[in-house]
Every structure is written in C-alpha cells, then in structure tokens.
C-alpha cells in the first residue's frame, strides 16, 4: 500500500510560480510510474502530467506544457510539478498519483493510489 502526500499549494498571482511536492511511502517507489491530475469546481478530474519509473519519459496535457515540469528522485521517495507562469484557469485541487507499472498513461483510472490533494489558487 502506498500513501502519497502532496505540499506546496497555495494562493499565487497570474504569472507566478509554484513548485508541488508529492512524498511517497509504504512501497518501493522506483516500481511506480507517477502523474498529476487535477480538478476544478464542478468539472471532472483530468491529467496533468506523468513520468516514468526512472524519470526518462515525461508527458503533459496541452494546456500546461510548456509551463509545467514534472521531475522525480527515487532517492527521495518524491515527486514534483514545477508550475510557471501560471493562469487563472489552472485553479483546482491537484492530485499526486501512482501507477504500478513502468507504462505511463493519462486515464484517471488507470492510476492505484492517489494522494488527498492540495489547492492551488490562481489570481487574476
């Protein structure tokens, strides 16, 4: 069972930057490829970003790329969104997940555990 444990949201202005942590434990983290998600009022949950189990592949949703980076360190058990220049509409909860498989895909439910998630609020 692996519990995940996202930091770093929070209130930011058009433009600003915020760097998302997700901590992993309970299992072996190298085995799991990970994504970010998110999810905004009243809309449904949808991907992010994902990286493989050594970090070599990375993919990201054609709204953020560009201005988002994922990155991960199986030494620190942690994964992270780098988020630059950020807009109003990237407002939501964002959700760390986890996926034991070396294959990275972008579906919801393609992923095992997920974290409780953090705000991330964006001001015009």
């Known amino acids: 069972q692996v519990q995940l444990v996202e930091s770093g949201g929070g209130l930011v202005q058009a433009g600003g930057s915020l760097r998302l942590s997700c901590a992993a434990s309970g299992g072996t983290f190298s085995y799991y490829a990970m994504g970010w998600f998110r999810q905004a009022p009243g809309k449904d949950r949808e991907f992010v970003a994902t990286?493989?189990?050594?970090?070599?592949?990375?993919y990201y949703a054609d709204s953020v790329k560009g201005r988002f980076t994922i990155s991960r360190d199986n030494a620190k058990n942690t994964v992270w969104l780098q988020m630059n220049s950020l807009k109003p509409e990237d407002t939501a909860v964002y959700y760390c997940?986890?996926?034991?498989?070396?294959?990275?895909?972008?579906?919801?439910?393609?992923?095992?555990?997920w974290g409780q998630g953090t705000q991330v609020t964006v001001s015009s």
């Open positions: 997940a986890a996926r034991n498989s070396i294959v990275v895909v972008t579906a919801v439910d393609r992923y095992d555990y």
């Open positions: 990286i493989s189990t050594t970090g070599g592949d990375t």
